[in-house]
């Protein structure tokens, strides 16, 4: 495919959440790609230019995802602000579940410390 028949993405703005793990995060950075759409059997896959090297890059997505991918191409300087976003918002929300598991936590050991009470008097 040649990169003048490669359609051009320029409204993106954001990476819906239910993409962001479709490719794992090392491979995001490393080879600067994003899902941006899904069907049954194909990936659409954000690239900031292609190039005769990037077509091994494609091959080797769609043996990881086990899907056919159609590239489109998205400016260089929205592609890492579309990552930097995905990074922000993985750690937030690794931070968060741990956070809200912690706060859980507690609660969960009253609960259980309760049915032993229970237990006991019963």
């Known amino acids: 495919m040649h990169g003048n028949l490669i359609p051009r993405l320029n ?5 819906s959440d239910r993409y962001h793990r479709v490719l794992p995060l090392p491979v995001i950075k490393r080879y600067q790609c994003i899902v941006v ?8 896959v954000g690239i900031p ?3 005769r090297e ?5 091959d080797f997505l769609q043996t990881l995802t086990g899907a056919a991918i159609f590239p489109v191409l998205v400016e260089p300087r929205r592609m890492h602000l ?8 993985q750690h937030f929300r690794r931070r968060y579940s741990r956070a ?6 507690p609660a969960q050991m009253r609960t259980v ?4 009470e229970m237990e006991k008097g019963g």
């Open 11 to 15: 409204d993106v703005r954001r990476v």
């Open 49 to 51: 230019e292609y190039e």
């Open 54 to 58: 990037q077509a091994g890059l494609l």
């Open 113 to 116: 410390l309760s049915l032993l």
């Open 37 to 44: 759409g899904k069907s049954a059997r194909k990936l659409t």
């Open 100 to 105: 809200y598991y912690v706060l859980q936590l």
């Open 82 to 89: 579309l990552i930097t976003r995905m990074e922000r918002y």
